[in-house]
C-alpha cells in the first residue's frame, strides 16, 4: 500500500521513498532534497552512482520483488518499480524522458499505480525540445566570443550537462568551481568524460587572465556579477542562466535558456498512457494542482497528500475523465 507520507507498505517492510523514515530507504537521485537516507544509519536501495555523487560510502541494498530502472534527470538517477498486492508500482523521483549528454533517458515500466513527479505539472509548461535549446546556446556563445561568459546552474547535475554541452557543441574546456570539479571526477568515474578546468588551481586563475566561460552556481549568477568581472578582468562579461524555469520567469542575465531535466505536462500525460497506470499519485510540486490537470485529461490522478481521501476522489475523478474525454491534450 502506498501511504501518503511517501512510503510503500509491503507485507515484509516499509520502503520510504527519497526520505529515511522506512526500514529501508529508496533514494532515487544525488539532490539534496533526495538523498538524506544516504546520510543516515538506514540500508538504502540506491544506484552506485547516487551513493558517489552524494558523498556516501554505503553499500546498496536489494530487495525482492523490487528493480530500479533509469529515470533520466541525473547520472544514476533512478525510478522504483515494485511487485505488491498482485500489481506493479512504480515511483518515479524527478524525471526526464529524453536522453542527456552525461545521462540516459527514463525507462517507462509497465504499471498498476505510478507515483510521479510533478515539478512542471500543468499544461502551460511546455520545453522547447533539448537540441533545439543546445543550438540556441551555441549561437549565443558565438555571438559572444569577444566577452567573458558566466553560466549559472546547479552544482551537481546541471552543471555537468553545461560542461558536456560546452565541450561537445562549442569545443570549450570552461572554469568550474571546486564541488562542480569534484562532480566532475565523480561522473569520470562513471565513463563520463567532462573537460573542465578547477577555476581555483594555477591553470584556472592564469585563464581568468585570458577569455573565459566559466560556470557558477546559479544563485551567484546576476548583472551585479557580470559588472564586478569586467571591472576586475577589463573584458566585457555577459551571465546566462541554463533552467527549466526560464520558460516564465525573468532572470537578472543577458539570456536564460529553457533547458530542464524535468518532464514537462505533456511528458507526464505520455508517461503515464505508455505504462497502462491505473491510477497516478502526484508529488513534488503543486501536486492538487497536478492531480487536477490530470483528472482534466482523463486520468484517474490523486495528488500524494490526499490518499487518504482517495475512494471519494476516484469516485470524483472517474466523472470529470468522462465529461473530460472529448477534449483531452
Ligand atoms: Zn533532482
Not at 29 to 51: F, N, Q
Not at 122 to 151: A, C, H, T, Y
Not at 196 to 221: C, D, K, T, W, Y
Not at 259 to 268: K, M, N, P, T, Y
Amino acid at each position: 500500500m502506498l501511504t501518503s507520507e511517501k512510503c510503500l507498505k509491503l507485507p515484509e517492510l516499509t520502503i520510504s521513498l527519497d526520505h529515511s523514515e522506512g526500514d529501508l530507504c529508496f533514494v532515487s537521485h544525488a539532490h539534496s532534497d533526495h538523498a538524506a537516507p544516504l546520510h543516515s544509519r538506514k540500508p538504502v536501495l540506491a544506484s552506485e552512482e547516487t551513493i558517489a555523487i552524494a558523498g556516501s560510502k554505503k553499500q546498496p541494498h536489494s530487495h525482492i520483488g523490487c528493480r530500479l530502472i533509469d529515470a533520466g534527470h541525473m547520472l544514476g538517477a533512478k525510478q522504483l518499480v515494485a511487485e505488491y498486492d498482485g500489481g506493479v508500482f512504480a515511483y518515479t523521483g524527478d524525471l526526464r524522458l529524453e536522453a542527456g549528454l552525461t545521462s540516459p533517458p527514463a525507462k517507462i515500466p509497465q504499471a498498476d499505480t505510478v507515483l510521479i513527479e510533478g515539478t512542471y505539472g500543468s499544461p502551460e509548461w511546455k520545453f522547447p525540445n533539448r537540441e533545439l535549446v543546445f543550438l540556441q546556446i551555441e549561437k549565443w556563445v558565438s555571438q559572444n566570443r569577444g566577452s567573458n561568459l558566466i553560466f549559472g546552474a546547479y552544482e551537481v547535475g546541471k552543471a555537468q550537462e553545461i560542461v558536456a554541452f560546452l565541450n561537445k557543441y562549442c569545443s570549450i574546456v570552461p572554469l568550474v568551481t571546486p564541488r562542480m570539479d569534484k562532480i566532475c571526477s565523480i561522473y569520470e568515474k562513471f565513463g563520463v568524460k567532462l573537460g573542465r578546468v578547477n577555476i581555483e588551481s594555477l591553470e584556472g586563475q592564469e585563464m581568468l587572465s585570458h577569455g573565459f566561460v566559466a560556470l557558477l552556481p546559479h544563485n551567484r549568477v546576476n548583472f551585479s556579477l557580470a559588472s564586478t568581472m569586467k571591472s576586475a578582468y577589463g573584458r566585457d562579461a555577459k551571465t546566462a542562466l541554463v533552467t527549466g524555469w526560464a520558460l516564465r520567469e525573468q532572470f537578472p542575465v543577458d539570456r536564460a535558456f529553457p533547458l530542464s531535466d524535468h518532464v514537462d505536462f505533456e511528458g507526464i500525460v505520455q508517461y503515464l498512457r505508455e505504462s497502462g497506470a491505473k491510477r497516478a499519485v502526484c508529488t513534488h510540486g503543486e501536486e492538487g494542482v497536478i492531480a487536477e490537470h490530470l483528472r482534466r485529461a482523463g486520468f484517474d490522478a490523486v495528488a500524494l497528500f490526499e490518499l487518504g481521501q482517495a475512494r471519494q476522489l476516484t469516485l470524483l475523478s472517474s466523472e470529470m475523465g468522462e465529461k473530460a474525454q472529448a477534449p483531452a491534450l
